[in-house]
Nanobody, 114 residues
Framework: VQLVESGGGLVQAGGSLRLSCSAS????????MGWYRQAPGKQRELVAT???????FYVDVVKGRFTISRDGAKNTVFLQMSSLKLEDAAVYYC?????????WGQGTQVTVSS
């Protein structure tokens, strides 16, 4: 299983970014996928997940600002981030749960400037 993220970058506070994660390998469209993030000096934390059926889950700090979606046919998951705050800056990691194991992408940097 391979997860490849894209779409990170520098954005001003209040701006938007869209992250993408493309999954390949011996996977199923029913695998849960999602996004985690890790800021410097902090532990990796959950941001949002989405089931194979498309049901989303968000942590409270991103509700109403982030939207997770997926293209099942292409095994791709997206994270649309709006109204970005300074505290959203982190390395964002794509995640997949597959056959009782966690898989991670290499991460994409999101930098938010004031």
């Amino acid at each position: 299983v391979q997860l490849v993220e894209s779409g990170g970058g520098l954005v001003q506070a209040g701006g938007s970014l869209r992250l993408s994660c493309s999954a390949s390998g011996d996977i199923f469209s029913t695998n849960a996928m999602g996004w985690y993030r890790q800021a410097p000096g902090k532990q990796r934390e959950l941001v949002a997940t989405i089931t194979g059926g498309g049901s989303p889950f968000y942590v409270d700090v991103v509700k109403g600002r982030f939207t997770i979606s997926r293209d099942g046919a292409k095994n791709t998951v997206f994270l649309q981030m709006s109204s970005l705050k300074l505290e959203d800056a982190a390395v964002y990691y794509c995640w997949m749960y597959h056959q009782f194991m966690d898989y991670w992408g290499q991460g994409t940097q999101v930098t938010v400037s004031s």
